[in-house]
């Protein structure tokens, strides 16, 4: 099948401007291609501007072990919408994917029920080297640095010496401090009201943890990726960042504030906690110098009925995948960013970050991963209509500028005129790294 989109105002690598794109196949055959070229299907793509996919290095997708909140059909479905192509997805399922049967069965789980690409990191555990060293097929090891995610906790200097020192695949983490975290939790009792969520998970918590882990990384010279960032703090770590280390934000982070607790209580707890409007702007200036190189959503739903439990019993996270683009196009429009820095932070960086083969940018020879977005489309985002099994968004009445209108998962239609194609499937992401990193 070869499909030619005419007239759209492409965002390439190297310039913004009106092309004809030619997708043969699963991958993009030429960008203006001669007016003799043959194809099966046209697309006038005049007034829109044409993206690569967006690559969501964070999500939580719930399966195995908790797809009443989530599982991968459904995730994978939001993806799409979202104008998300490449989905990577955390070990923090029940069980753990901490070893490679269990990232291998992930990974066939999927290629029945994903709608989009996908990839899955193997999880970190203070026993498990040896599967860590031996692991393939995967963008690389997590490590949570903090209490959030219960077995999973790697918190002892010894066995962080161990997987830094031993081990060769990328690495992430969830930074925040775990002494700190139960300090202040003892010293609040717990924690009685949810805004004492960011009084718990507190600004030292994660800048301890983060400086922690980039000191590992520098010493071991180690690859190393800091998840969603959340404090000012953090940004001035990341000034100096040796050549080995990465870091991201999230929509929440940048959006979100301890002033949203009034107003949305614990549907904008999460871990790491919301700050303050000054650790937003942080963010944000971090993003747009290159201290922050990624934007991806830790997309990670819970039921309304779990959400709406008095605090502490409220469960930490967010669905986001289908509303991310929307909201930072959004951005685009108020003027926070361009167009192209958005294209910078949620397609090119992350398929350099973790080495995503074929993905990441409109050239030639790469996957027909393809987003086409409306800048001038209004449109509230809804409960309802929210394709996540958890059917509910933090932002849910807010009115964003600029959404995602059509999607091509390796140069199939996956979503148009508001509907996601079922029937679609993606394919597991490949991963090189052999390559010498982002900062090469």
């Known amino acids: 099948m070869r499909t030619l989109i005419r007239n759209a105002t492409c965002v390439l690598p190297d310039e913004t401007r009106r092309a004809d794109i030619l997708i043969d196949g699963e991958q993009i055959a030429a960008i203006d291609p001669p007016p003799t070229v043959r194809f099966d299907d046209a697309i006038d793509a005049a007034g829109l501007h044409l993206l690569p ?146 009084r718990i998970r507190d600004h030292e918590a994660a800048l301890i943890a983060t400086r922690r882990s980039m000191e590992l990384a520098v010493r071991h010279n180690h690859r190393f990726h800091v998840l969603h960032v959340s404090t000012a703090g953090e940004c001035e770590l990341l000034a ?70 008095p605090y502490p019993a409220s469960p930490s996270g967010l669905p986001a995948v289908e509303n991310s683009l929307a909201l930072m196009l959004n951005a685009v429009n108020s003027g926070r960013c ?21 993905k990441g940018r409109i050239s030639e020879g790469y996957d027909a991963d393809l987003v086409l977005v409306d800048l001038e489309k209004t449109q509230t985002i809804r409960n309802e209509e929210q394709l996540t099994k958890s059917g509910w968004s933090p932002w849910a009445g807010e009115e964003l500028t600029g959404w995602p209108v059509r999607t091509w998962v390796l140069g199939q239609t996956v979503f148009a005129d ?12 490949v991963f090189d790294h052999s390559r010498p990193g982002y900062w090469a």
Not at 243 to 249: G, I, K, M
Not at 343 to 356: E, H, K
Request: with cysteine.
């Open 53 to 198: 996919g967006v690559i969501d290095d964070q999500v939580h997708f719930r399966e195995p072990g908790l797809e009443h909140k989530e599982d991968l059909h459904t995730g994978s479905m939001a993806c799409a919408k979202g104008g998300i192509t490449t989905f990577l997805e955390m070990p923090n399922t029940r069980p753990a994917t901490i070893s490679r049967a269990a990232l291998h069965a992930k990974l066939d789980l999927a290629a029945t029920k994903c709608v989009v690409n996908y990839g899955f990191y193997i999880g970190a555990t203070c026993e498990n080297v040896d599967e860590l060293k031996a692991a393939r097929r995967t963008p690389g090891i997590k490590i949570f640095i903090g209490s959030s995610t219960g077995d999973l906790l790697v918190d002892e200097q010894s066995a962080l010496e161990r997987i830094f020192a031993e081990t060769t695949l990328p690495i992430c983490a969830h930074c925040e401090d775990e002494s700190t975290v139960r300090a202040n939790s003892e010293r609040l009792g717990g924690g009685r009201v949810v805004s004492d969520h960011s």
């Open 240 to 309: 100096d960042h040796h050549n080995l280390v990465t870091a991201e934000a999230c929509p929440h982070h940048l959006l979100f504030n301890i002033d949203d607790y009034e107003r949305l209580g614990s549907l904008v707890q999460m871990n790491p906690s919301i700050k303050t409007a000054a650790d937003n702007a942080a963010l944000w200036e971090a993003l747009r110098s290159g201290r922050i190189q990624v934007v991806a959503t830790d997309h990670a739903p819970h039921t309304l009925e779990e959400k709406q439990q």
């Open 338 to 358: 361009t167009l192209e820095e958005v294209v910078r932070w949620m397609c090119d960086a992350p398929a350099r970050v973790w080495d995503i083969v074929g």
């Open 418 to 429: 508001g509907r996601v194609d079922a029937t679609v499937r993606g394919r597991e992401a």
